[in-house]
């Protein structure tokens, strides 16, 4: 637990990174609603609610060469629905995928997501320069934190990925969901347990 804390006041104080482009994206469910409405292009800097509020943007692989919604990132995403009116308090959250915005709303309205923000990055390369895609289109889950200057300009401020290194995946980012802490508490922990998008009854 201290060592988690050191971790955690250390990136509290770390420099903020440089300007980023202010990207496009493509909106596809309003906060707090999951009904079909129209899709609406917003800029990264109008993802801020207020000033002094950081923004949180979760990576969804899913679009491009992942032409299926990833599992894991859903299971990640059916959390941060539940606690998102919480996470709001303190900061704005959204979720950006590679995916056609009609793919990426019937995905969320199969799981039900309400209170969260669902982006398609569209044309932009916002993925790409995060380290979210490659140049072939692969997908993979970040999770980036974004502040903004006095004067509008958005700054990139902390990323992190699940893959910690060659021989630990799956771990950079599992402090966000509850699911693998309540593994660890019974006798064979997490083991090489997977998500899936669909359990048999």
Request: glycine content about 8%; hydrophobic content about 35%; some cysteine.
């Amino acid at each position: 637990m201290r060592h988690r804390e050191q971790v955690a006041e250390m990136r509290r104080g770390l420099p903020l990174g440089p300007t980023v482009p202010d990207y496009e994206f493509i909106e596809c469910i309003s906060p707090g609603d999951s009904s079909d409405g129209p899709a609406q292009s917003v800029r990264l800097h109008e993802l801020f609610s207020d000033l002094g509020r950081p923004l949180i943007a979760y990576h969804l692989m899913f679009g491009k060469s992942q032409t299926t919604p990833c599992p894991m990132c859903t299971m990640w995403i059916d959390g941060f629905s539940g606690i998102a009116h919480h996470v709001a308090q303190n900061a704005d959250f959204v979720v950006v995928a590679a995916a056609d915005v009609g793919p990426l709303q019937d995905h969320a309205h199969t799981r039900g997501w309400t209170g969260i923000r669902l982006l398609s990055a569209g044309s932009s390369t916002f993925k790409y320069d995060l380290g979210s895609e490659d140049a072939d289109g692969n997908q993979d889950s970040r999770v980036s934190v974004f502040v903004q200057d006095l004067d509008g300009g958005v700054r990139h401020f902390y990323t992190s990925a699940p893959r910690m290194s060659d021989d630990i995946d799956q771990r950079g980012i599992d402090l966000l969901c509850p699911t693998w802490h309540l593994l660890d508490l019974t006798p064979s922990g997490r083991d090489d347990w997977y998500a899936s998008l669909k359990y048999a009854p």
